[in-house]
């Protein structure tokens, strides 16, 4: 494989090869790699829907779906929401479409980075994208009342608000939510992707759909595909107010959803408690996954409430060849985030998987960032960065040396090197590497007993870390901070701007919606 690799990641492709693409060009029958790039429910279906779904699988693919008007009916009566008021579509993809054809006019607000179709598909059909830059600094935390006055300078007609956001997990509270609908309620459009809210904990009732029913501009999207663990089974579903869904209904192809997702929607309905079981279950991993990847010296694992996890690799890492050793070498398939606008080829998105398949991904990133010895050791192209990445295992921070210090009339050689957060200190890690037998085959997860319902947390209150007794924790959500990585976007460079941007001045307030006309730019 290790020939065709580069040929299986385009510069184009959103997320790269398909699962199955690797195995073909590997051609050796070990079967497909372990995949962290696509986050996907690992525990739903359960074993015995997958039998009975292959025990129905003639009917389903010889069988006339139903009309979507069932479909909608049935997903409504199951969600408790009025038909009216809801439009499915065969995935958020095609629904983002959609809503741009019909509701967004000439611009539209995105924080970046965040998922590419709601940057390219504006831009696709001639619309102005208006991105605000999430800063590393910050840990890529969205601060709404800055973005609201960027849309009031940028006269932005419509914004996209992801709730966690793609790729870092970022997650804005209810409250918050619903202040900033408030202050733009004169924008034509706001859409609040809620693709992975089903995994959050943070709060008891996060979601803004009761909000987006009575709102004349409010769009919230739902994914249902991968909530279900059926990545390959499109499907997604908006609520918004029953004119704005009553458009996007009519404008959506006949016949857009196929038998298997009319199944699953059916299937669902009988295997609810099962369905809140895998939540839990992948929010239980969430949470040993991070700290798993954090006690690995230099790796930054960011806070998220969603189903992946974004890190920023050490220094001297880079995303590309990481991504490249750990297919060719570990039979691992990682995201790494180079082509996101706003981010770095220093940053991975990893999909949160069961521990099974975490003990493969460990070891594999231990080998492939600090594997000195080996021919394709990193090379940042800076000789003191080298020495300092040899000399911390790639935290950044240099540790006691173990050869005999220097004489004293040798003055050390200054590292002109960015500081790094301090790593948090390395636990022996209770993995090994997988053995032969493992490499090819790859049995599911037995799946452990429930845990217990998590305590409601105060509203607006940082969200209290949980885990593995022991291990260390990434940080808190109010406290997202990092260092700029080498190749990130300027706020001046995704605008265009050649001169510095303009310092915002301290907010006391929302802005007003009759400012907008003052500082548009």
Same mark, same amino acid.
């Given at each position: 494989m #290790? ?8 510069g184009?492709a959103?997320?790269?090869?398909? &699962?199955?693409a690797?195995a073909?060009?590997?051609?050796d ?6 995949d962290?790039?696509?986050? @996907? /429910? ?17 009917? =389903?693919?010889?069988s006339?779906p ?11 009566? $199951? ?5 009216? @008021?809801v439009?499915?579509? /065969? ?5 983002i ?14 924080p ?11 831009m696709?059909?001639g ?11 910050g ?9 609201a006055e960027? =849309?009031?300078?940028r ?5 996209v608000?992801?709730n ?7 997650f ?5 939510v ?6 733009? #309620? ?8 809620e ?7 943070? *709060? ?6 009761? *909000?987006?029913?009575?709102?004349p ?10 909530n279900l ?6 499907l ?9 869904a009553?458009? %996007?209904?009519?404008?959506? !192809?006949?016949?857009? $959803?196929?038998?298997?997702?009319e199944?699953?929607v ?9 369905y809140?079981?895998?939540? *839990? ?13 954090a ?7 960011y806070?998220?409430q969603g ?5 920023r690799?050490p ?11 750990l ?8 995201? *790494? @985030?180079g082509?996101?606008i706003?981010?770095?080829s ?18 594999? $990133?231990?080998?492939v960032?600090?594997?000195t010895?080996a021919?394709t050791?990193?090379?940042?192209g800076?000789?003191?960065v080298d020495?300092l990445?040899?000399? &911390?295992?790639?935290a950044g ?6 050869a ?9 050689? !200054? ?8 790593? %948090?200190a390395? %636990? ?8 032969a037998?493992?490499?090819?085959a790859?049995?599911p ?9 998590? &305590? ?10 949980t885990? =593995? !007794?022991?291990?260390p924790?990434?940080a ?9 990585? #080498?190749?990130?976007l300027?706020? #001046? ?5 050649t ?5 915002v001045?301290p ?15």
């Open positions: #290790a020939g065709n690799v580069t040929s299986l990641f385009p184009t959103a997320h790269g090869p398909s &699962t199955a690797p073909r060009e590997s051609g029958g070990a079967g497909g790699p372990v962290f790039r696509v986050p @996907c /429910n690992p525990y739903f279906p359960t074993p015995a829907m997958f039998d009975a779904l292959a025990a129905g699988l003639r009917e =389903i693919l010889t006339r139903s009309d979507a008007g069932a479909v909608t009916a049935a997903l409504c009566d $199951l969600l408790r929401l009025p038909p009216q @008021c439009a499915i579509g /065969n995935g958020s993809t095609e629904l479409t959609w809503l741009d054809h019909l509701l967004v006019r000439d611009s539209l607000a995105v970046v980075p965040t998922f590419g179709r709601w940057t390219d598909q504006p696709e059909t619309k102005r994208v208006d991105m605000f830059p999430l800063q590393e600094a840990g890529f935390a969205l601060d709404l009342t800055r973005y960027f =849309i009031r300078r006269g932005s007609r419509a914004a608000l992801r966690p956001n793609d790729p870092d997990g970022g804005l509270p209810r409250r918050a619903v202040e900033f609908l408030d202050a733009m #309620a004169d924008l034509d459009l706001i859409v609040v992707d693709s992975f809210l089903e995994f959050a904990d943070a *709060e008891d009732d996060p979601s803004v759909v009761q *909000e987006a029913m009575l709102r501009n409010v769009v919230v999207l739902r994914s249902l595909g991968d663990g059926l990545h390959g089974v499109r997604g579903h908006l609520v918004a107010n029953p004119a704005l009553g458009r %996007v209904r009519a404008a959506l !192809p006949k016949g857009n $959803l196929g038998c298997l997702a199944r699953m059916f299937m669902l309905r009988e295997h609810g408690a099962e809140r079981r895998s939540i *839990e279950l992948v929010r239980r991993d969430r949470t040993a996954m991070a700290a798993h990847l006690a690995l010296p230099g790796l930054t694992v806070p998220s189903d992946f996890l974004f890190v690799l220094v001297g890492a880079e995303g590309t060849v990481v991504r490249d050793r297919l060719t070498e570990h039979r691992v398939l990682v995201r *790494e @985030c082509d996101r706003g981010s770095s220093r940053f991975l998105r990893l999909a949160v998987r069961p521990e099974v398949d975490v003990r493969r991904l460990v070891p594999a $990133l231990q080998q960032l600090y594997d010895g021919a050791a990193y090379s940042s800076t000789a003191a020495r990445v040899r000399q &911390t295992n790639g921070v240099r540790l006691a040396p173990e005999a210090p220097a004489p004293a009339s040798v003055a050390p050689e !200054p590292v002109p090197v960015a500081p790094e957060p301090v790593p %948090v390395p %636990v022996p890690m209770p993995f090994a590497p997988a053995p037998a493992a490499m090819a790859h049995p997860a037995s799946v452990p007993p429930p845990p217990p319902a998590p &305590t409601p947390f105060p509203e607006l209150q940082p969200v209290p870390q885990g =593995i !007794p022991g291990a924790m990434p808190p959500v109010s406290d997202r901070r990092g260092m700029p990585a #080498a190749g990130g300027t706020a #001046a460079q995704v605008r265009g701007r001169q510095p941007e303009p310092p001045p907010q006391t307030a929302w802005p007003t919606a009759g400012g907008m006309y003052d500082r548009t730019g």
